[in-house]
């Protein structure tokens, strides 16, 4: 069937921030199905509140609204650009559930929009466990025993018939939000409460344990004519129990017969046609008995997801491209396959290597959560790898997670880390074999399958080979091929990564680049898609015009994310615009930078020294970007100059001047530049002899303990007294504690500018909403700049400007500065593109990347070009809002500061200040209630300045309630306020009222270690129930200035130009 | 761990290494084609088509998951060789590795099977050898007396492979077709197959004289896959020829070919032939695009074909014949290989089209038997 004609304008909805369970990959799929459809010559009307996305770049949809994922912005949409049709499979979760809300509520009807790719009937066939469930009892298929629970009773009566370990499941939830396993039957009560409050429809299914079982995943397509293929099977190292996402995983399937393999594929191709998929991709979860062979089915993802994403990259199949393609009406024998360019679309890939993913974790950021994995998603990114074996593969990706330049390092082993599901688990599986414990002892620990075992235990024993003899060609060719890195071997023969180099050099054992091309090499492919192995000889063909690399950023983390893959994305494409070929080089499976056709030259490969001077020397680069990247290729680039490659952009020095604090502060010193005062304290005596310098309040923390802990914000001598006592143990010579004048009440912005030679533009001044003392990365913020006086303004771009100069910068410059008393502090200074730069790009228009390309490459702008990009001139008012996984990590606390916690961020786009501050919060999914009660706990010195903002509630109709003090306060000053018990004064109390439902939203001020400690329940039952818990006086005010502007109901929106 | 050699005809040498489980490294010579699936290794190595072959698995680990003697395909393993990235070779109680050993198949791994395969590719399907040597000089030289030895194989591959008695099996549907399967080297689960829908079967060897068969009184005739040359097949196209127009005839793979020669249709050699698990199938009997399971060297010039023989599936990957029908000669042939194993399942249709469309009502059996 040829394409449909009789559309011509279609809807696609994104998924919004970047959320665990929902990240990157769906910028993937949906930048990929917009090229397609725009190329097919289709209006495509985007959709996404998140500005750090490609997607939402003008050129990639004919029109864009970054507005919030939210039913009435949609509607609104819907109404004015009349689409003909809705694609809701492209965007995660979100975008299922909210097409599902717009087809409930009549808006797809009234205004004659088609569903494509999937209808409403095929979604809840799918997404409802209970449909689903009928659905396979037709087919014969099995699934683990359950029942399906509705309220807590029905829960109780469940758990009776099932038996314990159960494994919750609430309905329409994304990542397996608010499931979990558990293990007895008070877990159990707890979990079910919190799942049965996490299910858009109350309801859970609850679920006898397979826990043991190996665990399976077919990536699938089918077409209008029923043309079933699966594009890939992944099989989890994990065994059951561990959410895919946060699953090790392999590709293809590797532990299947045959027999055990088609009898899964045909019972997915049954399901996807019972289920009713006219087109599109999907994914099916399989449990597979270890012995027995007995196979159930876990569910089914009935649109593109982040297994696809895995899938296209592992493959070489692009399903969410085709996944579009099909929707209107295509067939999968009609379209060719890209990188063969011979053979149809309509093919299962044969791969000839392993294909090996790693979810990256970040528990060291939530103090107090367990680090315990469950069927509840809690990593924040992952890396992919590909080798010619399963070993080679999964050291690729080991190293290629940034940990550790070793990849497998020595660790202190513990049996109990392997007892149970952890992000550390694979290190001490490792460590275990060293220590000489059996494939079967770890087996019986873990149940992950003794094949995975094997691999493993036969590289321990190799590695114990390497250390006993001496390096020869033969054994450091194996080692290569093994997948160790030369920073290993290293440290097994006492010698230095170099060392270890140069042998390689010498022997010539080199890695060789294979192509990623669908068929096993059964057909000629041209795609430029490359991956490294030790194995085979190459089929790289060395590029015939001038080449330039882009280092990408490697894993999603907290703090280095989507935004950076804007920048190279970006990046990539405003080179390629400058003549030059362009190799990009990631290992992040989830996004755009890695899709084949995004670069030149594409190669998967980790982000390590080694890996990358080894492909450097077969591309012979005229130069490299490290800017666009983040922090990862900023750490490179000094190895990489070492090597004689060539940084594009700021020199070495510049970039050391920005990351050395010492150098830095000369220089700010040498342009009169206010730095906050630091100085660095071994003992109690050392640090009295600084308070002077530094001054109170003051921010402590011992220097080598990373992510923030013990950091505590001090404001007498009496308390720095007691801060040393307390933390004597980590505060020694060696390991001083830093201390850093604390500006509190400050102001804070980032600045973004780029710098070329003889020319500087600005990309804008973001103003923090929160005070200082929040990570930049987690407090919200705007453009143009609400508080900051214009010349306050003029200042900062000047001394900026100034900075740029001095530090000889060429390319992007990003600086977090602390305005107090109109005095200006420079707090950082970072010589790359940063997370606001994707954010300032799309609020200005302006495009800050390109020019950054511009300045990397030297080249001159006219001044009235450089005139031309004026960052305040903005007809909208960009409100930068952040969203936080705590819900994720049960005891995490919500509370923020100098540490990044946040997973992505939204932007609220208005004409006034308040309303783009409406979407900012409705697009981070924090509510704005209406009406009801708003419970305050406040430290003392918020509660006058806050007095004006809730007699203001009050007068909005708000209700009160608070802690005795605080409801006292609030009596004597006119504002009515209901006195409940704190925490420790009986019940019922406060977190009662709060996680019964009565409470709407919640102000929480703290200061001090101790009102932390006691306040934590109160945020704690927020995060759990939902409910907005602002713990910042200024991010308060900001909310009620939203609550004020909401309740007049206007919903605006507008595409961005 | 010793070196092992994969030689081919062009001078073109592989390295390897050889297990030490091994040490009497049987040598052996024959064409060398690649197989792109990614399981189904014993499969592969037991079904008769590969007789005389060196098979080179792309898939890079293998006997990752044991053995398991009730997927044969046939008694036997037919296999000259065993080439792939990486042996699983772990110690469980039968491994794959053992069982290729005692079945005194060359084992090489550690080969850069990728090269080899854009090397089988380019070259077509060239004869080669595999051999234990020291280096790739003395491997030539082994391996040059290898390859001649081994050329002078009768050229009727079907002849070597298929039985030399007949034999027959009961079926499961007692008012089922009498088949008779013309054995040119069968896949165990073609039999299978055909054992599920009829009510006998009796399998008899690839020359038996037509009237032998017919003295059966079969309802229809079943010709199975085989290996090597349909044009070097004896007896059989005559057989078939006589049998034309008066029984159902199903033809699958060497079957299929052997069916359009007695057409009057030509066949050739293909440049290096398909063996994988993943070739899409245009199928306009069963109206529909599927993934099938391959392995064929040689396939029919559609041109050649009589006019009223249509070519009813085509292998959309490069257009070639992969099936053609006809109605008024009742005969129906499948190049690819709708009883799978390995491979996916979905041509298996096309067993219940040859019993309820081919057969008269009276012989149908079962006629609630729907498509």
């Known amino acids: 069937m040829p394409k449909l004609l009789n559309l011509k304008r279609i809807l696609i909805i994104g998924s919004g921030p970047i959320q665990i369970g929902q990240a990157c990959e769906f910028d993937y799929s949906g930048t990929q199905a917009c090229k397609a459809l725009m190329s097919e010559g289709y209006e495509v009307i985007l959709v996404n509140s998140n500005p750090a ?40 979760q979100t975008a299922l559930n909210l097409a599902l809300e717009l087809d409930k509520k009549g808006v797809l009807k009234e205004n004659n929009v088609q569903m494509l790719g999937a209808t409403p009937t095929i979604i809840e066939a799918a997404e409802d466990r209970e449909k689903f469930r009928s659905i396979l009892d037709e087919l014969s298929a099995k699934y683990p025993k359950s029942e399906m629970v509705k309220n807590f009773e029905q829960g109780l009566k469940a758990a009776d018939i099932l038996g314990y370990p159960l494994i919750l499941r609430p309905n329409y939830t994304l990542g397996g939000g608010g499931g979990g396993i558990a293990y007895t039957p008070e877990e159990y009560k707890t979990m079910l409460v919190q799942a049965l409050h996490e299910s858009p429809t109350s309801e859970v299914l609850v679920e006898e344990s397979i826990l043991g079982w190996k665990e399976f995943e077919l990536e699938v397509m089918r077409d209008q004519a029923g043309t079933f293929v699966v594009v890939c099977s992944i099989e989890n190292f994990d065994p059951c129990g561990v959410h895919t996402g946060d699953s090790i995983t392999v590709a293809p399937q590797q532990t299947l017969t ?114 315990l994995l469950t069927t509840q998603m809690k990593s924040v990114g992952e890396v992919m790898s590909m080798g010619r074996t399963f070993q080679e593969s999964l050291m690729k990706a080991l190293a290629a997670l940034e940990m550790s330049s070793e990849a497998i390092p020595d660790i202190h082993f513990s049996l109990e880390k392997i007892s149970y599901p952890n992000s550390q688990r694979i290190w001490h599986i490792f460590q275990a074999f060293r220590h000489g414990l059996s494939i079967d002892q770890i087996h019986d620990l873990t149940k992950i399958h003794h094949w995975f075992l094997e691999q493993i235990h036969s590289l321990v024993a190799f590695e114990a080979q390497i250390k006993k003899n ?174 004689g490659y060539n940084l594009l952009g700021s020199s070495l020095d510049s970039l050391d001047q920005a990351e050395d604090r010492n150098q830095f502060s000369k220089i700010c010193r040498k342009l009169n530049l206010r730095i906050p005062q630091s100085a660095m304290a071994g003992s109690i005596e050392d640090a009295l002899k600084n308070e002077q310098l530094v001054g109170y309040p003051m921010i402590c ?146 495009p800050l990347v390109d020019l950054g390309i511009a300045a990397q490459m030297s080249i001159q702008l006219s001044p009235e070009q450089v005139a031309s990009y004026r960052w305040a001139d903005l007809k909208q008012i960009c409100v930068k809002g952040v969203v936080f996984p705590f819900k994720k990590f049960a005891e995490s606390d919500s509370i923020l500061g100098p540490e990044m916690k946040s997973t992505g961020e939204t932007m609220g786009r208005a004409t006034t200040y308040s309303e783009a501050l409406v979407k900012a919060f409705v ?115 900001a909310f009620v200035m939203a609550l004020e502007k909401s309740k007049t109901g206007r919903i605006e929106v507008s595409h961005i130009t | 761990m010793k070196k092992g050699f994969l030689v081919l005809e062009s001078g073109d040498v592989f390295e390897g290494i050889t297990l030490s489980e091994q040490s009497h490294f049987p040598e052996k010579a024959g064409e060398v084609v690649f197989n792109t699936s990614h399981s189904g290794y014993e499969e592969i190595a ?38 792939c990235v990486q042996m699983q070779n772990t110690k469980r109680e039968n491994t794959w590795s053992q069982l290729l050993i005692e079945n005194k198949v060359p084992i090489l791994t550690e080969v850069d099977t990728r090269r080899l395969v854009i090397t089988l590719r380019s070259q077509g399907t060239p004869w080669g050898a595999i051999v234990a040597a020291e280096n790739a000089e003395t491997a030539k030289q082994k391996a040059v007396g290898l390859i001649a030895e081994q050329k002078k194989l009768d050229n009727d591959w079907v002849h070597l492979c ?26 165990e689960n073609i039999l299978r197959e055909l054992v599920l829908r009829t009510s006998a079967i009796r399998i008899f060897p690839a020359r038996t004289d037509v009237k032998v068969i017919e003295d059966w009184k079969p309802d229809s005739i079943m010709l199975t896959n085989g290996p090597g040359d349909p044009a070097a097949v004896k007896i059989a196209p005559d057989t078939i020829r006589q049998l034309l127009g008066r029984i159902p005839v199903f033809g699958i793979c060497m079957g299929h070919q052997v069916l359009s020669l007695a057409l009057g249709a030509k066949t050739y050699k293909m440049k290096f032939g398909h063996r994988g698990a993943n070739h899409p199938i245009r199928d306009e009997l069963l109206n529909k695009i599927y993934m099938s399971s391959q392995n064929h060297g040689y396939a ?13 599936q085509r292998n959309l990957n490069d257009q070639t014949v992969a099936g053609f029908y006809s109605k008024k000669l009742n005969c129906l042939g499948i190049q690819y290989h709708p009883e799978s194993r390995p491979g996916p399942h979905e041509a298996t249709q096309l067993f219940d089209f040859f019993i309820n469309e081919m057969h008269p009502a009276t012989t149908k059996g079962n006629k609630s038997y729907e498509l």
């Open chain 1, 53 to 92: 996305t490609i997607m939402t770049d003008p050129e990639i949809a004919t029109r864009t609204y970054i507005e919030p994922l939210k039913f009435d912005y949609l509607k609104k949409i819907i109404e004015l650009e009349k689409p003909d049709a809705l694609i809701p499979t492209l965007g995660g």
């Open chain 1, 701 to 846: 923390r011992p220097s080598y303990v990373i992510g923030g802990r013990r950091m505590e914000v001090i404001e007498n001598q009496a308390e720095l007294h007691s801060y040393f006592e307390r933390h004597y143990d980590f505060i020694s010579a060696q390991n001083p504690c830093m201390m850093d004048q604390f500006l509190s009440g400050a102001l804070e912005c980032d600045v973004d500018l780029v710098r070329g030679p003889g020319w500087i533009v600005m990309g804008g001044i973001v103003e923090h909403i929160e005070a200082a003392g929040v990570h930049s990365g987690d407090s919200m913020g705007v453009v143009p700049p609400q508080r900051l006086k214009f010349d306050t303004l003029q200042k900062i771009e000047k001394m900026s400007q100034e900075l740029a100069e001095k530090m000889n910068i060429l390319g992007h410059l990003n600086l977090q500065l602390a305005i107090k008393d109109d005095e200006i502090f420079v707090l950082e200074a970072n010589p790359r593109s940063s997370r606001s730069v994707p954010f300032l790009a799309k609020a200005t228009s302006i």
């Open chain 2, 162 to 187: 298929s039985r030399s008695k007949i034999e027959d099996r009961k079926g499961l549907k007692p008012n089922g077709p009498r088949v008779a399967v013309l054995d040119f080297g069968a896949k």
């Open chain 1, 923 to 1037: 697009s981070s999914s924090l509510n704005l209630p209406a009406h009801g009660e708003v419970f305050l706990s406040l430290r003392d010195k918020d509660k006058t300045p806050l007095l004006p903002l809730f007699k203001n509630l009050q007068n909005m109709g708000y209700k009160f309630s608070a802690t005795r003090g605080t409801a006292d306060y609030l009596g004597q000053n006119g504002v009515e306020c209901l006195a409940l018990n704190k925490v420790h004064e009986g019940r019922p109390n406060c977190v009662d009222r709060i996680r019964s439902g009565q409470v709407n939203f919640v102000i929480n001020t703290t200061s001090g270690r101790q009102s932390l400690e006691a306040s934590f329940d109160i945020r704690r039952a927020c995060t759990d129930y939902s409910i907005p818990c602002l713990t910042e006086s200024d991010a308060a005010e």
């Open chain 2, 46 to 83: 037991t079904d008769p088509s590969y007789f005389s072959q060196i098979i080179v698995m792309t898939a890079p680990m293998q006997g990752n998951y044991g053995v398991d003697a009730k997927v044969w395909e046939s008694e036997k393993m037919w296999i000259q060789g065993f080439v």
């Open chain 1, 258 to 371: 045959d027999e055990q393999y088609q009898a899964m594929r045909d019972e997915a191709c049954k399901i996807i046609n019972k289920v009713g998929i006219q087109t599109g991709g999907a994914n099916i979860q399989f449990a597979v008995h270890p012995t027995t062979g007995e196979r159930v089915v876990i569910e089914m993802n009935p649109r593109v997801s982040r297994s696809s994403a895995l899938a296209s990259k592992a493959t070489g199949f692009p399903i969410a491209k085709i996944a579009a393609l099909l929707a209107v009406g295509y067939n999968l024998d009609e379209l060719k396959n890209d990188i063969t360019k011979v053979t149809p679309t309509c093919y299962e890939p044969a791969l000839d290597y392993v294909v090996v993913k790693i979810p990256r974790f970040a528990f060291e950021k939530f103090q107090g959560s367990k680090d």
């Open chain 1, 470 to 643: 001496d390096l020869t060609d033969q054994n450091l060719r194996q080692a290569k091929k093994y997948g160790f890195t030369d920073a290993r071997i290293a440290k097994l023969k006492n010698k230095t990564p170099l060392a270890i180099a140069n042998l390689r050099n010498e022997w010539k054992i080199k890695p060789s680049y294979l192509q990623v091309d669908t068929c096993a090499a059964e057909f000629l492919s041209s795609t430029p898609y490359f991956y490294s192995t030790y194995w085979s000889a190459s089929d790289f063909q060395p590029p015939t015009k001038k080449i330039v690399a882009v280092i990408g950023s490697g894993p999603n983390r907290i703090g280095q994310g989507i935004e950076f893959d804007y920048s190279c994305v970006r990046g990539v494409k405003a080179l390629q615009k400058l003549g030059y070929q362009v190799a990009m080089i990631n290992s992040n499976p989830e996004t755009v930078s890695t899709d084949y056709d995004t670069s030149d030259f594409l190669f998967f490969e980790p982000l390590t020294e080694e890996s990358i001077v080894e492909i450097f020397e077969q591309i012979k680069p005229v130069g490299f970007i490290a800017q666009l990247g983040g922090q990862t290729p900023i750490s490179l680039a000094a190895g990489l100059v070492k090597k």
């Open chain 2, 300 to 312: 029919v010039q559609a041109e050649t074909l009589p006019v009223d023989v249509l070519v009813t």
